[in-house]
């Protein structure tokens, strides 16, 4: 056997031992322009880039981090990661994964209930979830239009040049929410896509509204996940969409590329979706082809911390992030965008002429910024669960304490 491809406990040893060091300048690699035409050997290979790969990435689980929707990952995923890495399996062929089909089949049996469907599939992220709910909306309900809010994630816009459906953007109200008063009287040829957590700013679209078109989607692909949490009814009237797009490399915590596509009827949209082949067992359903067992890292991280256990955690980051709400509302010197719903705090200070100094100030993977209305914000996202609010408040602070003193 080639022993590249053998169990190499060394290496994988030296693997583990190196991601525990604390590579703290960002090292960039010098890679010559060609390909080279000698190997170097793995453990030379390895022992090259990591400075570069653990040191040149910023770790989502610091103190400080509270700035995007990447959460950090548990390590019971990164084991996963690493059998699957091993293996190899094709989840196109039941014969290469037998279990790990049936992995992916819980999974989404355990999770498409709270949202009120009734099956799905996985996905590497929410783009290819909500091009595969679009699909499906203008297969089984003959749609020929994309409605969503201005704030809707340009995966929608995306999927409906893909799909060559027409798209029609609603603008939003104060709130950042789709302003339901802007819709089209008649739905009948539309698929109305609502947004439960918007990427900019975490509104909510009114979810009410589902039903009302010929099919309605929801791009749960940031808060999804509260519908394990004691936070669920902010996302009450989603079991009346006909499929539900979730992230589960966002508020599941699980390493990319991992995400769901839910359906109300999956037994048709599946079928409106799957093309047959002769060299295989079972019909391809989706966009993808071959695709991994990233089931297996969700499987484990669900079973590892139970429902209670997602539940605490999700729950933990609205906390963070609302008390940094309270903070920003209490000091007059800042102002809030809109009360954040779901883990995304925006505000800014008052002087604009303060933005850019305190943005430099704060700690780097802090604070990302989103532009609303041609304003510049500040944008919080509550991914990190081990994010230190206190600390990151007092930050704030301090620059707001020097500005005034000096
Ligand atoms: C609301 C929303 N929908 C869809 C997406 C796309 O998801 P992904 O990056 O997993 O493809 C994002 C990503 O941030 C998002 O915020």
Redesign the pocket.
């Known amino acids: 056997m080639d022993k590249e491809f053998a169990f190499n406990s060394d290496g994988l040893h030296r693997a583990v031992e190196l991601m525990s060091r604390d590579f703290s300048s960002d090292q960039v690699l010098d890679l010559s322009n060609e390909l080279p035409e000698i190997g170097m050997g793995s453990i030379a290979a390895m022992n090259s880039l990591a400075a570069s790969i653990l040191g040149g990435a910023a770790r989502l689980g610091e103190a400080t981090s509270f700035a995007h929707?990447d959460p950090p990952t548990p390590w019971i995923t990164w084991a996963m990661t690493l059998w699957n890495a091993s293996l190899n399996q094709n989840l196109l062929h039941p014969a290469t994964a037998p279990a790990a089909r049936q992995m992916e089949h819980r999974v989404v049996a355990w999770l498409a209930p709270f949202f009120g469907m009734n099956g799905g599939h996985m996905t590497?992220?929410?783009?290819?979830?909500?091009l595969t709910a679009l699909w499906s909306a203008r297969e089984c309900a003959g749609v020929t239009e994309v409605i969503a809010s201005e704030a809707?994630?340009l995966?929608?816009a995306k999927a409906a040049h893909i799909l060559g459906l027409k798209y029609l953007s609603v603008p939003t109200d104060a709130n950042g929410s789709m302003d339901a008063a802007l819709l089209p009287t008649d739905l009948s040829k539309s698929v109305l896509v609502l947004?439960a957590?918007?990427?900019s700013t975490g509104a909510i679209d009114t979810l009410a509204l589902a039903a009302r078109a010929a099919w309605t989607h929801v791009?749960?692909?940031?808060a999804g996940p509260l519908r394990l949490s004691q936070y669920a009814n902010l996302l009450d009237g989603i079991e009346a969409a006909d499929s539900v797009?979730v992230?589960a490399?966002?508020w599941l915590f699980q390493p990319?590329?991992s995400?769901l596509v839910f359906f109300k009827n999956t037994e048709k949209s599946h079928a409106a979706i799957s093309f047959g082949g002769a060299y295989l067992a079972t019909p391809n359903v989706g966009v993808l082809g071959s695709h991994g067992a990233t089931a297996t890292a969700l499987l484990a991280t669900l079973l590892a911390w139970g429902h209670q256990g997602v539940a605490q955690r999700i729950e933990h980051c609205m906390s963070l992030a609302r008390c940094l709400r309270d903070f920003v509302a209490a000091d007059e010197r800042l102002e809030l965008y809109a009360e954040p719903q779901t883990g995304i705090v925006v505000w800014r200070p008052k002087d604009k002429n303060l933005f850019d100094k305190l943005l430099h100030q704060l700690p780097k993977g802090s604070t990302s910024t989103t532009s609303i209305a041609g304003g510049k914000w500040f944008r919080n996202v509550a991914a990190n669960p081990s994010a230190e609010i206190d600390q990151f408040i007092a930050t704030i602070q301090g620059v707001m304490a020097e500005r005034v003193h000096g």
């Open positions: 929707m590497p992220g929410s783009t290819v979830a909500n809707s994630h995966s929608i947004t957590g918007t990427t791009d749960a692909a940031w797009a992230s490399h966002k990319k590329e995400a």
